[in-house]
């Protein structure tokens, strides 16, 4: 009775009230149900596969012990996530449940992400440091020396809180020196973004413009848990620091917190009030020791004033009186004044005598000019005699010239007479055995069907349907039977024998 009740059963629902369903109309009824049960979840479970595909979006799977979730992470929100999704890492993600029909498949669309505990959290701060440090961005090689006196300083760190007010009253009790702040969110979503936009911006400034660049910056924020350190934390805080052009000093958390921006900065300071200490010298300290300094140069100067005056007294006692040593020398110089003026006269008078027998041996200038001129007149002569010849053989060479010319012509006009002679002549050989000649003489060039030329008997017998050209036109034919005798060619009379015996005729 059961059995037979069971078989039933389909039966009574082929044929029942059940409602029939497309396949697209089921997939939007479950995913109606699917997402309208569970609009908003948060689930907690370990990263695995993740992907990125060239459309920005993440993909990946949450799972625990026993399931597996596919998930998505559309490209805006995971711009703006504070965490990068990575393999075995375990979070605390929120959002909302759908399905995807075309594979008949529900997933998990993720609009906020979380880390699942401290331990997680320190893995990926771990993981991320080395992996940055592989890049190069932490050594100290790179890292920029600290000014001893900047003119102005860039501080990075939020407005409102305890931090700007002890980096400004630090630096006042200090060295006063100008300050540009620029506030930041120091924690929470967004915060990374604009620390690392703060950097970038304050490297941006023009050296000469209205808002000076800083020489020195300083990225600030009071202690707190490792969640609220975690901009700091950020990939695109560290990249920014290690970029920066100005020499920056990291100052967050208190002395025993340590975050990947300390590691990427030019400096660490354990507190953001140590980061103002190390950023300007006391000004105290420094006029106590320009002070100390100025008395030991005055002091040494004066010390090394007498020393040299005491040499120098020393010095002058063992020198002698200056006005004998002047007499001296002035008599000297006396002296050789006059041996110097009896010694330029005779020089002088030798160098006259030398000079006046030098003149005596050379010729008188009117010689010289009588023997230049006569020679002079020769080598106008030979130069007239030279050109007279050339002028001669100019002459004949113009002769000889319009001779060759003439020859020439005469030669180029024989010689155009006798191509066209041989021209004139080739012609008339060329007309004479052409086709249309030959021809005109009474001959007939045969062709078959085809168009080819026969040249045989056989040939025409074989091709049937003939063409005859003449010379004036063309003419069909047909080869009925065999070629006809050729015609018989006349005798020729014989020339009578000469009575004398010879074969000799008579040309009358």
Request: charged letters at 25%.
């Amino acid at each position: 009775m059961s059995d037979n009740s069971d078989a039933a059963i389909p039966a009574q629902r082929g044929t029942g009230n059940v409602p029939e369903y497309t396949v697209s109309e089921l997939s939007s009824a479950v995913k109606r149900t699917i997402e309208g049960s569970f609009g908003w979840v948060r689930v907690r479970g370990e990263i695995s596969r993740p992907s990125v595909p060239a459309s920005g979006h993440c993909y990946l799977r949450l799972k625990d012990d026993a399931a597996v979730l596919d998930a998505v992470i559309w490209r805006g929100v995971l711009a703006r996530l504070g965490i990068r999704p990575e393999e075995g890492l375990e979070v605390i993600v929120t959002g909302r449940m759908t399905t995807y029909p075309g594979k008949s498949t529900y997933q998990l669309v993720i609009e906020r992400m979380e880390l699942a505990g401290e331990g997680a959290l320190l893995k990926m701060i771990e993981e991320r440091r080395k992996r940055l440090a592989a890049e190069g961005l932490f050594d100290e090689a790179r890292k920029k020396k600290i000014p001893f006196l900047p003119d102005v300083i860039g501080v990075i760190t939020s407005p409102t809180g305890a931090v700007i007010r002890d980096i400004l009253h630090r630096l006042a009790e200090r060295f006063p020196r100008r300050v540009l702040i620029w506030p930041v969110a120091v924690q929470g979503e967004g915060a990374a973004d604009q620390v690392a936009a703060a950097i970038d911006g304050f490297n941006a400034l023009p050296r000469a413009g209205k808002v000076p660049r800083p020489d020195l910056l300083i990225v600030a924020r009071g202690g707190g848990s490792l969640e609220d350190l975690m901009p700091f934390n950020e990939e695109i805080v560290v990249r920014a620091a290690a970029a920066s052009a100005i020499p920056l000093i990291s100052a967050v958390g208190h002395e025993t917190d340590t975050t990947l921006i300390d590691y990427a900065a030019d400096l660490r300071a354990p507190t953001p009030t140590a980061a103002a200490e190390r950023a300007v010298p006391v000004r105290a300290d420094l006029i106590a020791d320009v002070s100390r300094d100025g008395a030991r140069l005055v002091a040494g100067l004066t010390r090394l004033v007498s020393e040299r005056r005491t040499q120098v007294a020393g010095l002058a006692r063992g020198l002698g009186d200056p006005r004998r040593l002047v007499e001296e020398c002035r008599q000297r110089l006396d002296v050789s004044g006059e041996r110097l003026s009896l010694g330029l006269g005779n020089w002088l008078k030798a160098r006259r005598a030398s000079i006046e027998m030098l003149g005596r041996t050379l010729p008188h200038p009117r010689e010289r000019l009588a023997r230049a001129r006569e020679a002079a007149a020769g080598l106008a002569a030979r130069l007239a005699a030279t050109a007279q010849a050339q002028r001669h053989g100019v002459a004949r060479g113009r002769e000889r010239g319009a001779e060759l010319i003439a020859r020439l012509q005469a030669a180029a006009a024989r010689s155009v007479v006798e191509r066209r002679q041989r021209l004139a002549a080739v012609a008339g050989l060329l007309e004479s055995v052409a086709p249309t000649k030959v021809l005109e003489r009474g001959y007939v060039l045969v062709r078959d069907a085809a168009g080819h030329v026969l040249t045989g008997a056989g040939a025409a017998q074989a091709a049937v349907h003939l063409a005859l050209q003449f010379h004036d036109g063309t003419v069909g034919a047909t080869v009925t039977g065999a070629a006809a005798p050729p015609p018989s060619t006349p005798a020729t009379p014989k020339r009578p024998a000469k009575r004398d015996g010879t074969s000799q005729g008579s040309l009358l």
